[in-house]
């Protein structure tokens, strides 16, 4: 779709329900331009992307000063295409302008060519090929979950059903006690509670979408499973009695939205139980210039989608009436409006190392600040 096709103006567009004057429409709207000029190749965001853990301690710096080298790290992750999915059908809703549902119907038909015929999708990284993994291909699944919602197009929810079937056949799940989690590749592995959060909430949706209450099939168990997962803080451990640290309040962050829309939809009292809990550790995730703090023991470096995260996952919690947490959010929400540059794009991290930055723009992680940016404007309707 030609990017001429968007109007991003701050004129009125027949049907908005939402003023254009609002600061997170605004910004996400600039945001979502950036996202077109830079990364929409006509089916999907395509870019670099700061995974892997060479890239993360060291290549990824040379790259951002280096940003007049042609690189070619350009990859088409699954988990970007879900958000931008979500993404512009919100902006349809909020703007009233039909045009952002072209970029739904691209990329949902894009997710399909390149499922394979065992329901489940390539890992976008080279190296990770022969590997299915449970965020990347659960993203996809929401990804033509909304879109179905949309168009009521029966592909995108057969496509949804054949992932389902692959990833409780195929990949299935670790024990521990009464409850469950699943594995977080396609071979067993250590148990990883923030993919529990994730396949929850497709589960539910899928059941949802189908009336078939079959897909809830294991959602009970990994409800089980998450209190063994839960420190007395209300941390969810990163790695079950292994790792508990890594990126605290980032993962805590995403599991809290998760969990979230599955209490919403199913009124499950013991994801509120949960859910209280992780509120209050996170609102120790705001530092007083507004940024997410890096993990449990230091404030930096500052990574920009983090911020956006807890912002919205801490506007949710005062939502959902579990204590007044809409001043930290909204502490976090001006840092974010802070950070983002002229043409509408976001570095991805500062302070690194005390003195480096990576201002390169990563498709994925700003796919994901354009989403919480719009539950912004959602919120302020």
């Known amino acids: 779709m030609p990017l001429e096709a968007i109007d991003t103006s701050d004129k009125n567009v027949a049907g908005t329900r939402q003023p254009l004057g609002n600061d997170g429409l605004m910004a996400a709207e600039r945001l979502h331009r950036h996202l077109l000029e830079r990364h929409w190749d006509g089916h999907a965001l395509v870019g670099p992307d700061p995974v892997g853990k060479i890239n993360w301690r060291i290549t990824r710096f040379l790259r951002s000063y280096l940003s007049f080298v042609p690189w070619r ?6 988990q970007a295409q879900g958000y931008w999915i979500k993404s512009n059908l919100e902006l349809c809703e909020l703007t009233g302008n039909d045009s952002y549902l072209e970029f739904v119907r691209s990329t949902a038909d894009h997710i399909l060519r390149i499922q394979r015929p065992d329901g489940s999708w390539n890992y976008s990284l080279p190296e990770r090929r022969h590997l299915v993994g449970i965020p990347e291909c659960m993203w996809a699944g929401l990804g033509l979950l909304a879109a179905h919602q949309q168009f009521g197009d029966e592909r995108y929810l057969e496509a949804a059903r054949n992932w389902y079937r692959y990833h409780v056949n195929e990949m299935g799940f670790v024990t521990y006690e009464d409850g469950h989690v699943p594995n977080y590749y396609n071979r067993p592995g250590a148990i ?17 979408a189908t009336d078939d209450t079959a897909y809830l099939n294991n959602v009970d168990k990994m409800v089980r499973f998450l209190p063994h ?10 790695v079950f009695q292994m790792r508990p640290h890594f990126q605290c309040f980032q993962y ?7 969990l979230a829309s599955s209490y919403e939809y199913t009124g499950d009292e013991r994801l509120l139980v949960l859910l209280d809990k992780m509120a ?17 023991h230091q404030e930096r470096p500052e990574v920009n989608y983090w911020s956006a995260a807890i912002a919205d996952a801490l506007h949710k919690a005062h939502e959902l009436q579990l204590g007044d947490y809409l001043g930290l959010s909204e502490r976090a929400y001006r840092y974010l409006l802070s950070r983002q540059n002229p043409d509408g794009s976001f570095a991805f991290s500062t302070h690194n190392y005390r003195v480096l930055r990576d201002s390169r723009s990563y498709p994925r992680t700003s796919v994901m600040i354009l989403k919480h940016l719009l539950a912004r404007a959602f919120a302020n309707r």
């Open 73 to 78: 790290d350009r990859y088409t992750f699954l």
């Open 192 to 208: 990883i509670p923030n993919v529990a959060a994730l396949t929850m909430r497709f589960s539910i949706e899928l059941s949802r």
């Open 229 to 238: 997962g839960q420190r007395s803080n209300g941390e969810i451990e990163y």
């Open 252 to 258: 805590n962050a995403y599991e809290f939205l998760d």
């Open 280 to 296: 209050r550790y996170l609102s120790g995730g705001v530092t007083e210039r507004g940024s997410c703090r890096y993990d449990c």
